[in-house]
T-cell receptor, first 116, second 114 residues
Framework: AQSVTQLDSQVPVFEEAPVELRCNYS??????LFWYVQYPNQGLQLLLK??????LVKGINGFEAEFNKSQTSFHLRKPSVHISDTAEYFC??????????????FGQGTELSVKP | EPEVTQTPSHQVTQMGQEVILRCVPI?????FYWYRQILGQKVEFLVS????????KSEIFDDQFSVERPDGSNFTLKIRSTKLEDSAMYFC????????????FGSGTQLSVL
């Protein structure tokens, strides 16, 4: 079984400041890792994903995340946030098992609030 | 960019009533999914659907739930007799290939059971 823990439910930050949203996971099998973003009144949008290869992955809107296998973490970072980054961010994993394609296990979400 | 469309955006129903949530997946996609998010809780997988049958379902997806692809474009989730605890945001998703890395999500239907 898999589980995902997002360590911060809310992260307030000032505009142009750096931000890190933390995500840890546990799994008995290898997993793919994802970050999704949900803007108000919108659906879940894929921000970035780690499938294999380089542990530093870059996504849309200037976000990046680093996969750390030893610490089972996949923290999301942005060096300078904008007001428009205000949203809920979800970390998710999916087992690398063919017959479980499409099954994502989500964390509880982190609400990023960017203030002017 | 193609998108997954869900209707209605909000649905209010009385406990015990049947409700159907509708989704139009991206046109060339073959795999379909429903997820839900109860307020304040995690987004949870409900069911995956391929080739007109359920591929996998979670323990949440009991006999009160059913899914159907009634025609070539719609994908529906039916709850036969709604309970208060069914109140949640329901997300539809689709993908062209089997693989979680290629899911596209809709904007969700907020279901409120009174």
């Amino acid at each position: 079984a898999q589980s995902v823990t997002q360590l911060d439910s809310q992260v307030p930050v000032f505009e142009e400041a750096p931000v890190e949203l933390r995500c840890n996971y546990s799994s008995s099998v290898s997993v793919y890792l994802f970050w999704y973003v949900q803007y108000p009144n919108q659906g879940l949008q894929l921000l970035l994903k780690y499938l294999s290869g380089s542990t530093l992955v870059k996504g849309i809107n200037g976000f990046e995340a680093e996969f750390n296998k030893s610490q089972t973490s996949f923290h999301l970072r942005k060096p300078s946030v904008h007001i428009s980054d205000t949203a809920e961010y979800f970390c998710a994993v999916s087992p690398k098992i063919y017959n479980q394609g499409g099954k994502l296990i989500f964390g509880q979400g982190t609400e990023l609030s960017v203030k002017p | 960019e193609p998108e997954v469309t869900q209707t209605p955006s909000h649905q209010v129903t009385q406990m015990g009533q049947e409700v159907i949530l509708r989704c139009v997946p991206i046109s060339n996609h073959l795999y379909f999914y429903w997820y839900r998010q109860i307020l304040g809780q995690k987004v949870e997988f409900l069911v995956s659907f391929y080739n007109n049958e359920i591929s996998e379902k979670s323990e949440i997806f009991d006999d009160q739930f059913s899914v159907e692809r009634p025609d070539g474009s719609n994908f529906t989730l039916k709850i036969r007799s709604t309970k208060l605890e069914d109140s949640a945001m329901y997300f539809c998703a689709s993908s062209a290939d089997r693989g979680s890395e290629k899911l596209f999500f809709g904007s969700g239907t907020q279901l409120s059971v009174l």
